[in-house]
């Protein structure tokens, strides 16, 4: 018997995916753990399998189409078998409906009535109009009587802005007023429609000048940009995260030339490991997550639920968008694991080859845009975290060392807290923390 296949949620977060690659076509015969598709998730490409032996009848999603998760995006059966069923599925429920609808309309017997009733009931008024629907606006016409031609937006548009559209020449298709053309003569300060309609007893007081309305007016030379699925669900996830998460920022400044000279020393033993102040920092991070508790705490669903390690979220950049491959147990891990661990994370991000168990469970981000030239920024709360760590470019100037002033090189941190999870005392301690071990990398390495 045919059964239909569908898209499974291959990240917590997924809502929707988008078919990539299919790597079967119809009439194709698969057993079970067959990959069937490349799926575009909010975080990765991924393979969602089959888990039936069979043929494939049909394919229902096109390649670069999104679909929603748990629809139907292939049918699997025998071969030549009927799937006229998943065809017409969508027609299904209206058709069931159908009987009751016809069972409606059938004339029920009228009851008798007092003729007064009988009367009532024949005369009672139609329904009034909301107030809120505006009455159309008469055809407009030019001084000559002759039609303008414009386009039911144009018209409000003018109406609302008090233009006369007899001033405006029409770009559109036999020179109708189409919206930029009513853009325009605003621009340009045209002037006020006067009052046409002869039962108006006196004119309409002249209105206070409005603000022309923000519009998006495309051009030729405007090119529209799909919107990858990852794109969509970055954009929803991190406006949530400004709209819902109650957010706070603290920064502090780091004297870096301690941690720059450890990272130099540790360079000089392991030169083919290439460690970077980022992996000084992820230890260090991993180190001050397991003194304070509260920034490992994460706010979900009303609830409050502490992670038992530092699993530190890398901020990566793709083409496309970013992704946040996790450094699991980094509190438990050396520089040189996590070095290792972190190139790997980074290759498999960029070919968009991360799983769903790279991505999940992050306790704190870091976001490094320090090699841009970015000196500080506050970074947007990744939830279910309930912190994110900014770092930025190492900046040359002069520092107070043992008492004396000299030249120097300083980091600024920037932290971002959930506020229903962490107090500003808590994260201002955890930076302190994390700042004496960064100004004495010993610390970290302990």
Known sequence: MASAVQLLQLSPTMSEGTI???????????????????????????????????????????????????????VI????????????????????????????????????????????????PAPKKEASEAPPLPAPRAEDGSRIFVSPL????????????????????????????????????AVPAAARQESQAAPAAPAAPKAAPAAYSPTADDEEVTVSGMRKIIARRLVESRQQVPSFSLSVEVDAQPLLDAVARVREAYAEEKITVTHFLIKGMASALMKHPWLRTQWVDGKMIRKSAAHISVAVAIEDGLLTPVIRNANGKGLLAIAAELRELAAKARDRKLGEEDLAGGVQTISNLGMYGIQNFDAIINPPESSILAIGALVEKPVVRNGDLVPGKTITLTLSCDHRVVDGAVGASYLKDLKAALENPLLILA
């Not at 698969?30 to 990959?35: E, K, V």
């Not at 009927?82 to 409906?97: C, M, R, T, Y």
């Open 20 to 74: 990539v690659k299919w790597q079967v076509k119809e009439g194709d015969s698969i057993s079970s753990g067959d990959i069937l598709a490349e799926v575009e998730t909010d975080k990765a490409v991924m393979e969602q399998e089959s888990f039936e032996d069979g043929t494939i009848l049909k394919l229902m999603a096109k390649e670069g189409e999104a679909v929603p998760v748990g629809s139907t995006i292939a």
């Open 77 to 124: 059966g025998e071969k030549g078998e009927d799937i006229s069923s998943f065809l017409g599925g969508a027609e299904e429920p209206a058709a069931k409906e159908e009987p009751k609808k016809q069972e409606a309309e059938k004339p029920q017997p009228a009851k008798k009535e007092a003729p007064a009733a009988k009367e009532e009931k024949q005369e009672a």
């Open 154 to 189: 144009a018209r409000k548009m003018a109406a609302d802005l008090e233009i006369d559209l007899a001033q405006i020449q029409g770009s559109g298709p036999r020179g109708r007023i189409v919206k930029r053309d009513v853009e325009k003569a605003m621009e340009s300060g």
